[in-house]
T-cell receptor, first 112, second 113 residues
């Protein structure tokens, strides 16, 4: 079945450590997105990519980095510069902005 | 700046009741509006997407309407079932500014058997 796979489901970060969240899709979608969800709040856009080797900052990009070397993969790195990384991270994709976004099952990141 | 608000934050109804969830947005220059369902600890599932030129979309027991001039959308759920219990989020894609989508905080729905 086609879909979006996020891994790991749970991740723990130590102080000063960078961690990378994986997002893979086999839907052949051009656009991919990373969102952060905090309790009681809507999703906030971290980064998005419309095509391979291109990506744009969202509303809360500070302390995060991404790459888009392959169409099906859009990994997110949470760097040590992100001082409040504890959240639920969601990856999404679609053909283009006129089409529905499809989401993975998320990664929950916590601080040790 | 586009803001999306969903009221109420939580709603509890008995099984079989018809219900309406509300979504309001501050800037009427939208490209489309999407309704999602989110189960606890899971990602979002797309329910309905309404393009800015459309007034409503229907899928099974769900009907979503869009009134851009008043900055409002509603999600109507007919004959609610316990399996409908989840958080429902609406999201607005802006007419300008690229691919950015603004999400509401959601309405948590509980359908009692």
């Amino acid at each position: 079945d086609g879909g979006i796979t996020q891994s790991p489901k749970y991740l723990f970060r130590k102080e000063g450590q960078n961690v990378t969240l994986s997002c893979e899709q086999n839907l052949n979608h051009d656009a991919m997105y990373w969102y952060r969800q905090d309790p009681g709040q809507g999703l906030r856009l971290i980064y998005y990519s419309q095509i391979v080797n291109d990506f744009q900052k969202g509303d809360i990009a500070e302390g995060y980095s991404v790459s888009r070397e392959k169409k099906e993969s859009f990994p997110l790195t949470v760097t040590s510069a992100q001082k409040n990384p504890t959240a639920f991270y969601l990856c999404a994709s679609n053909w283009d902005s006129s089409q529905p976004q499809h989401f993975g099952d998320g990664t929950r990141l916590s601080i040790l | 700046k586009q803001e999306v608000t969903q009221i109420p934050a939580a709603l509890s109804v008995p099984e079989g009741e018809n219900l309406v969830l509300n979504c309001s947005f501050t800037d009427s220059a939208i490209y489309n509006l999407q309704w999602f369902r989110q189960d606890p600890g899971k990602g979002l599932t797309s329910l309905l997407l309404i393009q800015s030129s459309q007034r409503e979309q229907t899928s099974g027991r769900l009907n979503a309407s869009l009134d851009k001039s008043s900055g409002r959308s509603t999600l109507y759920i007919a004959a609610s079932q316990p399996g409908d219990s989840a958080t429902y989020l609406c999201a607005v894609r802006r007419d300008t500014g690229g691919f950015k989508t603004i999400f509401g905080a959601g309405t948590r729905l509980f359908v009692k058997a």
